[in-house]
């Protein structure tokens, strides 16, 4: 007998025959309880796994909407791309190559690469180095390219700015050979044929080879002249033997590249609007030129308009009456950052405009050096791409 039956004897009898009814009530009651708290701790699982999948599938189709979408601006993007492209008269040939190069590369908005040399440009370099070209192949895309940047008109462009290698020089550039015999050196003329990663392929119609023999150390000295750049030199070797039949002289591309700064500029037609400070001769001091910007600090700021540009000077119209031998600082700071001060000119000749209202200046560069030139060039160029770009922009007639 158990502890609970011995307390019921115990006790009076109607006492121990009430709490004889509660006991097992009590019980069943408690047992109730756990069921409610079994249920419910089995009902908050339930909850929270259906929680965790709602959340689960609720990501899901977020990521799958957003690659819907982004697949879907894509394709939208290409469209017009392409329909841009054939308004530019591209056709299915160089629009299947930037395809295929867009692809590649990833970029993003493609057809801003119609109308910016930049966007271009960096298309063109990321898609050379993921794609493993043949000889053949490499030809193609040269050609190819060639033909694209007649028709957007970036081969103009193309041909003011500064070479970083031999593998850059363009298909029908005129070149300068040099090979010499017996410490005699013998001077040619020649075009690059070909240009790929592998080689450089020049036309050797002029080139005597009975009488002068090259071999693989043989030095070759190669000098050619870009009219809106500068000269270049290299020296290199042969890669492969000369073709006889063709005519064909077959050389390495150089580790070393030289560019040699030209003395005399070919003039741009850049248009683009600045200011400048106007300073009399007799105000110069010729000795300690740094002081003479303060001077100008008293007089006048007037605007102008170039007519031209170039790495050695400019030519501009303007209201202001101006006298050869007269001084410049020509204010091109809010138009490039590459220019924190004022770049210095002396005027070299002045005219009068058909309307006597203006006058036409043409000026040259006071004692620049070579790194305030290259930096001038720079900003040459660039304000050359932003004309470029907006040509491309203006309405056809």
């Known amino acids: ?90 056709d299915k040939k160089h629009l299947q190559l930037l395809n295929e190069a867009i692809k590649l590369v990833g970029i993003s908005s493609p057809y801003r690469l119609l109308d910016s040399y930049d966007i271009f440009q ?68 020649s075009t690059l044929l070909f240009n790929t990663d592998q080689r450089m392929t020049f036309d050797a119609a002029e080139i005597d080879f009975g009488f002068i023999k090259i071999h693989d150390s043989m030095p070759i000295d190669v000098r050619f002249y870009r009219e809106n750049d500068a000269g270049y030199h290299l020296i290199t070797t042969i890669s492969e033997p000369p073709n006889l039949e063709k005519k064909e002289l077959f050389l390495r591309h150089p580790k070393k590249f030289d560019r040699i700064q030209a003395r005399s500029f070919s003039r741009m037609d850049v248009k683009f609007r600045f200011s400048y400070y106007y300073l009399p001769k007799e105000f110069f001091n010729p000795v300690e030129i740094d002081r003479n910007l303060a001077t100008c600090e008293n007089f006048p700021v007037y605007t102008a308009e170039t007519v031209d540009i170039s790495g050695g000077g400019i030519a501009f119209i303007s209201r202001k009456r101006a006298k050869k031998g007269d001084l410049l600082f020509l204010n091109f700071q809010h138009l490039s950052e590459e220019h924190s001060e004022p770049v210095l000119s002396e005027i070299v000749w002045t005219g009068i405009e058909k309307d006597k209202k203006t006058s036409i200046i043409r000026a040259k560069y006071y004692s620049i050096n070579d790194a305030a030139q290259d930096t001038l060039m720079k900003f040459i160029y660039q304000m050359q791409r932003k004309a470029a770009r907006k040509l491309k922009f203006a309405p056809r007639r």
């Open 1 to 90: 007998m158990n502890l609970q039956w011995l307390l019921l004897f115990s006790l009076p009898d109607g006492l121990g025959d009430a709490i004889g009814q509660l006991v097992p009530k009590a019980q069943r009651w408690k047992a109730i309880q756990q069921g409610w708290t079994e249920s419910s701790s089995g009902a908050v699982t339930y909850v929270t796994w259906g929680l965790g999948g709602v959340i689960a599938l609720l990501i899901l189709f977020t990521i799958f909407n957003t690659r819907k979408e982004s697949r879907k601006r894509r394709d939208s993007e290409l469209v017009y791309f392409e329909r841009k492209a054939a308004e530019k008269e591209l």
């Open 122 to 189: 960096h298309l063109l370099e990321e898609y050379h180095k993921k794609k493993d070209f043949n000889e053949q192949e490499h030809k193609y895309y040269h050609q190819t390219m060639d033909e694209i940047k007649q028709k957007l008109g970036f081969n103009k462009i193309e041909e003011t700015v500064q070479l970083q290698s031999s593998e850059e020089i363009r298909k029908g550039q005129v070149v300068r050979i040099t090979l010499e015999k017996d410490g005699q050196p013998y001077e040619y003329s």
